[in-house]
């Protein structure tokens, strides 16, 4: 063909084709899962443009996914009638990996110790189309562009280059088809040309997709008849989130995660809820069991798919989830929304919001029961998502007392164990009216500091944050059980009782005339860099040390401020 073009792959999409093709990943049988939920998105999207525009040349009346085998060749293929690409998003989709953190991937692969940790990383990032070079030396891709009239032929073997090829007629959607490699036993790879090998593992991995996946197999005739071709539906089509819970497997569940997450490993947490009344809708929500490379860039992806009576509105429903909850994945079908509504619209619209505010109080009163039953899991959810999940104690007050009951931080009281606000409180002791944080780059600065000698002399226990975050929240939410939450490093800490404090004082008095030139002398050399010079009860060893004023930015703050060109 004259019209065929070779290209470049981008260099981060070469590298992740190499870890593909010389196949790090064990666990093959994932390929299809990935072109189906490919195909299947294809479909959504494709019904989706269909409704919302009836004048769309498209023919939306059987969108399905068929999986073709040819034994003799060797190649499956696995067809989709949906949205299909055009030339520039073959390439610019195929050719090259969008998706943020890609480069950060890259580089802790190539730190990356043994094979178990390349897996893993894999496994998070998830390699979505690419994972068709673990079972195939070369891929062709067929497709067009619901509308348009030509099409496009890609092909490459996944070592650096791709062909690209115009046609001038195409089926519309996209098929894909494998060249597969000799099956391997040792190496899990599968013989993915026969059709029981194919059927078990789209039953397990795309049971749930919500168009019908079929293939036409060949039925040896009885007797002396000819043999025969049948068209099965290999999967069940059940739109999970409206089962009944009690119904649905664990493992379904799962599989149904990676669909929609696009991560390769299994969720921390399910939750599968319903509302009924004014507002009818069923949401799947998932907490993640790690943060995906994305969570604190902002072209990340954010919030949960969106359905309106099964039928897929959107990716990425930010209206659906705030923030700080930006990692949960899944699904919300809502039952009275408009086709046509937009992002703008759900921003504004009041159903949504009250269906968010339900999502929110159940996914932060789940986080509160693996606190309360399963630690471990809770120790794994707050080290990935602590951090943003703080986040919610600036800006979300509706739920501050809620967030504050999942809160957990490193503190002087046990070294390897963080602790929460009410294990805190607890342990106060007689007399202390306040709860006291140190903030700074990491536990051993904070411990180090002089401010933390009267604390330490006096037995309080201190909590030792250590996230930028952490300054912003303490200072909004101010108080916990009605005790306020105190710095070590500002104002006049008051860690006596009457008695000791008359004593003190007269203690001061006498300390303050003997040191009186002292100070002044001080105070004069160091005019430009402090305001005052003055006695101090808060050290037991260090000879001095510098503090804030009550109002002040703690030096944390400072540093932040500073980096931000403040
Ligand atoms: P992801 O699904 O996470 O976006 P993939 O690597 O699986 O990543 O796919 C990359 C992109 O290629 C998809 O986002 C989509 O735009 C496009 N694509 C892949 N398969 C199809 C298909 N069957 N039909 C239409 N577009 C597809
Ligand atoms: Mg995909």
Redesign the pocket.
Same mark, same amino acid.
């Given at each position: 063909n004259d019209r065929a073009e070779t290209l470049e792959f981008q260099a981060e999409a070469r590298q992740l084709l190499q870890l593909m093709v010389h196949s790090i990943y064990s666990n093959k049988d994932v390929f299809l899962r990935?072109?189906i939920?490919?195909?299947s998105?294809?479909l959504d999207k494709l019904r989706l443009a269909s409704l919302v525009d009836k004048d769309l040349a498209v023919d939306a009346d059987d969108l399905h996914i068929a999986i073709d085998i040819d034994r003799e060749a060797r190649t499956l293929t696995v067809r989709?009638n949906?949205?299909?690409?055009t030339r520039d998003?073959v390439v610019s989709?195929?050719g090259t990996i969008a998706?943020s953190g890609t480069a950060e991937l890259l580089r802790q692969l190539r730190e990356a110790k043994d094979a178990g940790a390349s897996q893993e990383l894999i496994g998070q990032f998830? !390699?979505?189309?690419?994972a068709a070079f673990m079972v195939a030396d070369r891929v062709e891709l067929v497709?067009r562009r619901a509308g348009e009239t030509g099409g496009t032929r890609w092909e490459s073997s996944g070592e650096g280059t791709y062909t690209v090829a115009a046609l001038d007629d195409a089926p519309q959607?996209?098929s !894909?088809t494998l060249h597969l490699k000799p099956a391997d036993a040792e190496d899990e790879l599968h013989d993915y040309t026969a059709e029981w090998t194919v059927r078990q593992i789209v039953k397990r991995y795309s049971d749930f997709i919500a168009h019908p996946i079929r293939m036409t197999v060949e039925r040896p005739g009885e007797g002396d008849a000819d043999a025969t071709t049948e068209t099965v539906t290999l999967n069940s089509m059940k739109a999970l989130w409206a089962r009944p819970r009690d119904e649905v497997e664990p493992a379904e569940y799962h599989e149904f995660y990676k669909h929609v997450s696009?991560d390769w490993a299994d969720p921390l947490e399910t939750v599968h809820m319903r509302g009924e009344g004014t507002f009818e809708y069923e949401a799947l929500l998932f907490v993640p069991s790690h943060a995906p490379l994305d969570l604190f860039s902002p072209q990340g992806h954010r919030g949960v798919q969106l359905y309106v009576k099964r039928v897929f509105i959107m990716d990425d429903c930010d209206a659906l989830m705030p923030n700080y909850l930006r990692f949960v994945k899944g699904v919300v079908d809502a039952h009275d929304l408009s086709l046509n509504i937009s992002r703008e619209i759900l921003q504004q619209d009041r159903q949504i919001s009250a269906v968010r505010r339900r999502l929110v109080k159940k996914v932060l009163a789940t986080v509160r029961d693996l606190k309360v039953n399963q630690p471990e899991k809770y120790r794994t959810f707050w080290t990935e998502f602590g951090g943003v999940v703080k986040e919610g104690l600036v800006d979300d007050t509706d739920n501050r007392d809620a967030l504050l009951e999942i809160v957990s931080a490193a503190s002087t009281h046990d070294p390897s164990e963080p602790t929460d606000l009410a294990g805190y409180v607890s342990r106060m002791k007689d007399g202390q009216a306040d709860i006291y944080y140190a903030t700074g780059e990491n536990r051993a600065t904070i411990e180090n500091s002089p401010h933390m000698e009267a604390f330490r002399a006096r037995g309080y226990e201190v909590l030792l944050l250590t996230d930028p975050v952490d300054e912003v929240w303490v200072e909004r939410v101010g108080s916990y059980d009605g005790k306020p939450l105190r710095s070590v490093a500002k104002g006049q800490v008051d860690l006596d009782t009457a008695e000791e404090k008359a004593e003190a004082e007269a203690e001061r008095e006498r300390q303050r005339a003997e040191y009186a030139d002292l100070l002044t002398w001080m105070g004069g050399v160091l005019a430009d860099s402090v305001k005052e010079v003055r006695l101090s009860s808060r050290l037991t060893t260090s000879p001095a040390c510098v503090v804030g004023d009550a109002h002040d930015i703690t030096p944390t703050l400072e540093k932040m401020y500073r980096a931000m060109g403040h």
């Open positions: 990935e072109l939920s490919n195909a998105d294809a989709d949906g949205i299909g690409m998003e989709v195929i998706k998830g !390699v979505g189309f690419y497709t959607g996209t !894909v696009h």
